[in-house]
């Protein structure tokens, strides 16, 4: 034995090869069915392209983009406040071919089109798979675009704005700029998700514009080149768009008093600012600005899911490449009974997270055309933002397990889906807000109840488990006594329920698993706990087909 083997301990093996570049579209069948089926199967091939930079240059940069996070400028060298966010360049990378492909835009550029939303949301889909941070100014910027509607003049202006495919972080006024990001600034610290309780105040000018004196407690993507806020004036809470910078190239009166240090989400900045008399720009009515930043929430809480969606769906992507290739008591992970059940439950529980997520997309997108549509986008979008959100940090702690030890630690992008897990059930209102938001839909809006129960109704006599949800589901909402107090776990009922209903119209090979186990009681309180007669290698290789 030579000097050198005496200290040589061992070798490595028994180890899964680096998952490598793959297509993040096309081996993702639940996610291929459901954007053909609700109707943005016209853009498969944009979508496909992206697959590839998704599961390939962007999941690298995701890694860089988390282990570098933004840091705060508040002063240049001479000592003048700039306010400004220094970020590393995969970030400015990650931004760059997120807006080239149309992450924040696409359903703008192609409204009209019929699954022009759908499309839209398969690919911030993709994009979050590789690196969620940046999903906040994208986010923002898609949804801006529906509150903007209320103000035409601004609208003419910004829009084509933030809906080119350029991105350009330089700090200039924004006509000047090839492309803008847009955020949201509602929440303050007294009132959280309760904003009639906001005491930041808008002053008029006399000329139409105002100046905003005040604060915001989570104001997000301060590196935006505008916001849109809320402020009161005479008339009660107002919506306002704040640029940046003005157009004789000063800054506005915004001062970033720091950023959050965050659980997760650490690519992208959340900051806490003050208005010092900030120059604004009223966008919809005098008193009505509730309503008109709710035209934006309705798609930021359309993108928690598809943000929550793609997330279980990347780490059950790392679960089943992991159980592929290490083997444990002489078999491949993947063939060991008891991990096929909870690799299968997993697979099961996120088409189903897809299946719900896309269908409420191609309701947003039918909306402006269809009553119906309309009724069910405003019911199933708080129905999906509660349940599908709520589902995740359990998911993916469940997807850790499979990896062991190595799904804690960093060197995987497991720790960080684990940390970014819990994002989506807080912002944009948290469980209880979107359970309340449920009822308020039900008790005051035309047609909500009645879309909901059309929806399940439209596959009755598909699966026996869903007609008796169905009855069960009536009878709780007609029982008003406790209805807030049972409000959580009704919910629930009509997420699983709906979840049912559209994986049976797909004929999903998952559908009749989906409805004994999640509707019948064939299953525990745990993943892992699917029937002994489920098709757990059916549904495996349908989950990741590389």
């Known amino acids: ?46 979508l496909h392209e992206y697959g590839a930079v998704a599961g390939g240059e962007l999941m690298a940069l995701g890694y860089t983009a988390n282990e570098n ?54 690919l911030a889909f993709l994009h979050n798979q590789a690196e969620a941070g940046t999903a906040c100014p994208l986010t923002m910027t898609h949804s801006a675009a529906a509150a903007l509607q209320h103000a035409p003049a601004l609208a003419a202006q910004w ?49 139409g514009s105002y100046e905003l004196v005040g604060h915001k407690w989570f104001f997000s993507a301060p590196m935006c080149d505008a916001w849109l806020v809320l402020a009161n004036t005479d008339a009660g809470l107002s919506c306002f768009l704040t640029p940046k910078i003005l157009d004789d190239g000063s800054r506005n009166a915004i001062r970033v008093q720091r950023l959050k240090d965050k659980l997760g989400d650490w690519s992208n900045a959340s900051s806490e600012v003050e208005f ?56 491949r992970l993947i063939e060991q009974p008891l991990m096929q059940n909870v690799l299968a439950d997993l697979a099961l529980e996120s088409e189903a997270a897809t299946a719900l997520t896309f269908r409420i997309a191609r309701a ?78 039900l008790n005051k809006e035309e047609g909500t109840r009645e879309a909901l129960f059309a929806e399940l109704q439209s596959v009755r006599g598909a699966h026996r488990e869903l007609d008796r949800e169905i009855l069960r589901l009536q009878a709780a909402l007609d029982d008003r006594a406790t209805l ?31 409805c004994d186990s999640r509707l019948g009681g064939e299953h525990g309180l745990q993943y892992g706990t699917l029937p002994a007669d489920a098709a757990c290698a059916t549904l495996i290789q349908r989950a990741f087909s590389v």
């Not at 028994?14 to 199967?41: I, K, M």
């Not at 000592?79 to 360049?89: S, Y």
């Not at 700029?177 to 002053?203: F, I, L, P």
Request: glycine share 10%; aromatic share 8%.
């Open 1 to 46: 034995m030579s000097f050198a083997d005496q200290f040589r301990t061992h070798a490595v093996e028994n180890q899964a090869p680096p998952l490598g570049e793959y297509n993040a579209f096309e081996t993702d069948a639940s996610l291929c069915e459901a954007v053909a089926r609700e109707g943005g199967g016209w853009a498969q091939s944009h």
């Open 69 to 122: 996070k933004p840091r705060l400028k508040s002063f240049d060298r001479y000592g003048n406040r700039i306010d400004e966010v220094e970020f590393h360049p995969s970030y400015h990378r990650v931004m760059q071919l997120g807006m080239a492909y149309g992450v924040h835009a696409y359903a703008w550029r192609h409204a009209g089109k019929p699954g022009a939303h759908v499309a839209r949301a398969a």
């Open 159 to 207: 829009q084509p704005r933030i809906h080119s495919y350029e991105y350009d972080p330089r700090v200039l006024p924004a006509a000047q700029k090839r492309g803008c990001t847009m955020g949201m600034g509602m929440t303050e610290k007294q009132g959280g998700s309760d904003v009639r309780s906001n005491s930041t105040r808008a002053y008029a000018l006399g000329d």
């Open 276 to 331: 010092l008399g900030a120059w604004a720009q009223p966008v919809g009515g005098d008193g009505r600005g509730v309503a008109t930043i709710l035209e934006m929430v309705a798609l930021t809480r359309l993108d928690c899911c598809i943000g929550s969606a793609s997330l279980m769906r990347q780490a059950l992507v790392q679960a089943l490449h992991h159980a592929r290739h290490r083997k444990a008591f002489g078999k």
């Open 364 to 441: 947003v997108d039918a909306s402006r055309r269809d009553a119906q549509e309309a009724a069910f986008a405003r019911l199933a979008t708080a129905i999906g933002k509660y349940w599908i959100c709520k589902r995740c940090p359990g998911f993916v702690n469940e997807a850790q397990e499979c990896l062991g030890g190595a799904g804690y630690v960093e060197e995987t992008n497991l720790p960080r889906l684990y940390r970014q897990a819990p994002l989506n059930s807080i912002w944009e209102g948290s469980g209880n807000i979107q359970c309340l938001d449920v009822l308020r839909a």
């Open 484 to 514: 807030e107090l049972r409000s959580r776990r009704i919910v629930e009922r009509m997420a699983l329920a709906l979840q049912a209903a559209i994986l049976l119209r797909a004929d999903s090979p998952s559908a009749a698993l989906w």
